[in-house]
């Protein structure tokens, strides 16, 4: 008998969940360098990449096209899921 | 025409409004549009009610005003969808039903004090998210319509002098026009509000961004330097070319009609940035530095002048000092900040909300991937039209708000009455799925789930509509009494809220196994009291809703997320293993 204290039955992962998990430590990473370097050396910012464009423009824009390419990795190899069962109806 | 084109989107809109309200009869048509939105739909509708006045008025302010330190929000607001996307969407959708306290309550048998402590928690990041939309909407209606400063008034109440301003006008009005659409039909209108919303503010502002590349950067030369010397007090000598960048009534004090004598080639996107940094820019800002140079304008306000090296405008530390501090609890205070939006997107109510309209988690998965390509998209293109408006000598220095669409007007009062007309239907977007995210917490999860009202599905849309109205009226009081918040800041505190409030246990949720529901609802209260009381006590808080000018506040620093994100996390996992069942503890101990 489940006891409605706790969610054990919650954490069985799905392979989609293992794949979120993987490209989420990636982005955070990358995101957490760009706040690291902000804070620690925010100088550094303002190297030139190229063309012009500073550090501090092409990791923002990097991030921003980083999330994006992401997401569509993910939608690209997530799985179907083999039920749907709406289990919101049963609430 | 302004006002026609204006009076045209709103008409539109209302219209619209009324006709898909008629297929909303039910809860589940009010609260979740039947759960019948296609995907596509769905994401597009994403960035409508994510892309807010904040996102569009508020961070092309701020880029207009102090250069790069804006774009920081447009990195950290798509962050956030990172979260969501890896994290949140699929189980989320698969576990509730019209709100996002079902989802939480559902794997204990629908607790009712989660659902207490969950809707308490929507009902305040919706406001706190309500506030900066309506001060977004009193900035834009006032220009918009040509009111002035004090419309009636003042009036001496019991010693307080009260009077009715063109900013509090324009928040009345939207407050009105958007209970009428959430009141007329829900979330299948909001849902339809939010997808047009959201494809013409990202294809107009394209089409924006393409005419600040034609135009290139004007500059001013030769006489004007010898201005800026005096302005500034020195020469720069890092570039041989000066620009000038100010309100337009400024430019005819000091140069006389034309904001710039220079015009300039088109630029490609990487070529407009090197032009900027190559150039040094003077702006006028709402704020006059101690003997810095300063200026007063025809209505008497004064503002400030500064000359900087484009370069320097081009990277952090010009809105947010703490960057650029010496201290290190200053610069935890932007840490704390880019931690509450990378966490917070996830946990606001309003997107949560729109994961239950969708049929499956694979419809709720793509639809999320289409939003963060369309906000992604948008977000490069607030960099441009930010500091697109810091050159386009069409600024209002005591309201960033204004900056984008006065970047419109001044390529002609068609494209300022579009990009206005744009920018209110984009409060109106957003405003309708925080209300309507709100009176879900009160007549779904209060009135019927915690007080055990069972209503007909007609009575329950129909105190839902009554909360509506009632959030919305309050929405409209506070949007009038935080006039002077640049709206990106205020966002940035409910996004410290939702990230401490909700998101600690949406995840531990979905990944620990020993969460108990005592544990959720701890988390979840200890995380919005914490965090509320602290913005609380912010030097903000004080200077600005108190009206202690020079206060320094109580808090150490402006944002809560680095402290109250992992409070409520540990909250969690220490009321979780205090209150764990004695079968899970016997089979621990063998």
Redesign the interface.
Known sequence: MSDPGASHDAHHRSPNQELGMVLFIIYFALYAGFIAITVYDYKLLGKELFGGINLAIGYGMGLIIAAVALAILYAWLAKPDPVEPNEAAEI | MTIAIFLFFVFFTLGLSWWLGKRAKTASGYFAAHGQVGWFVNGIAFAGDYLSAASFLGICGLIAFYG?DG??Y??GF??G???A???IA??IK????FTFA?ALS??????RGITLAAAISTLVISIFYLIPQMVGAGSLIKPLLGLPEVLLGPYDVAGMKLSLTGHALGVIGVGGIVILIVVTAGMVSTTWVQFIKGSMLVVFCAVLVVAILARGVPTVAGPQEATLKQLTGRTDQQSDEKMVVSDVKLNRLLYGDTPADKPSAALGP??F???L??TTIVRSLPATQPNGPSIVLRDGATVGMMATPG?EL????GYFKG??SEKLVD?LD??SL?LAL?CGTAALPHILIRY?TVK???SA??S??VG??AI??F??LT?YIGLGAMVSGNIDPKDSNMSAPLLAQTFGQLPFAIISAIAFTTVLGTVSGLILAASGAIAHDLIETVFGHQASDHAKVNSAKWAAAGVGVIAVVLGILFKSFNASFLVGWAFNIAASANLPAIVM??????????GIVASILVGLISSLTWLLLTKEAFVNIYGYTGHLGIAPFSQPGLVTIPLAFITLVVV?LM???R??LRGLTG
Do not use: C, H
Request: proline share 4%; glycine share 10%; no cysteine.
């Open positions: 790069y774009f920081l447009s990195i798509l962050a969808w990172v979260v996307l890896f994290v699929e189980p698969k576990l509730g039903k079902d559902a794997k204990f048998g629908n607790s990487a070529e940035i090197k032009k940094g190559d370069d081009l990277l952090p530390g960057i650029r610069r932007f840490v880019m990378f239950y499956d988690s694979a998965r793509k999320t991937v963060i390509i992604g998209f977000y490069v960099l949720l979905l990944f620990w196994g020993g969460t108990t529901r005592q979780s209150t764990r069942p079968w899970v």
